[in-house]
């Protein structure tokens, strides 16, 4: 399985503008983690802040898949939770392989996302 060796960093600073979008939605991290779990990732609330909310300065290893299906649940609660720029921002700094980067796209305009391949790739 191929994991990503992510900048936390990014990795928090992107989360926590999510969850503040999530929050004026009444949806809260216990959600996400309930998402999760149906889509069947078994993840505790202390190892879903290890890896996206706390601790910058650790480095940890997140699996594509796990990675993704974070991202996808994030959408699942709101399409337009991440901004185009912002997606890409946060799949080049955790360099997240092309094929997975391009099964994201139907969530952004073609506009959009043809400006953002042009201008990160």
């Known amino acids: 399985m191929h994991e990503l060796s992510t900048p936390k960093h990014v990795v928090?600073?992107?989360?926590?503008?999510?969850?503040?979008?999530?929050?004026?939605?009444?949806i809260y991290v216990a959600d996400v983690i309930d998402a999760l779990h149906g889509h069947a990732v078994e993840i505790t609330r202390t190892?879903?802040?290890?890896?996206?909310?706390?601790?910058?300065?650790?480095?940890?290893?997140?699996?594509?898949?796990l990675f993704t299906t974070v991202i996808t649940v994030l959408f699942e609660f709101d399409t337009q939770i991440i901004s185009a720029e912002d997606f890409f921002n946060l799949v080049i700094a955790t360099r997240i392989p092309l094929q997975t980067i391009n099964s994201f796209a139907h969530y952004f305009s073609t506009v959009l996302w043809q400006k953002e391949l042009q201008r990160n790739l």
């Open 12 to 26: 928090i600073g992107l989360m926590r503008q999510v969850f503040v979008r999530l929050h004026e939605h009444s």
């Open 47 to 65: 190892r879903f802040d290890d890896l996206f909310m706390t601790r910058p300065e650790r480095e940890v290893n997140i699996s594509v898949g």
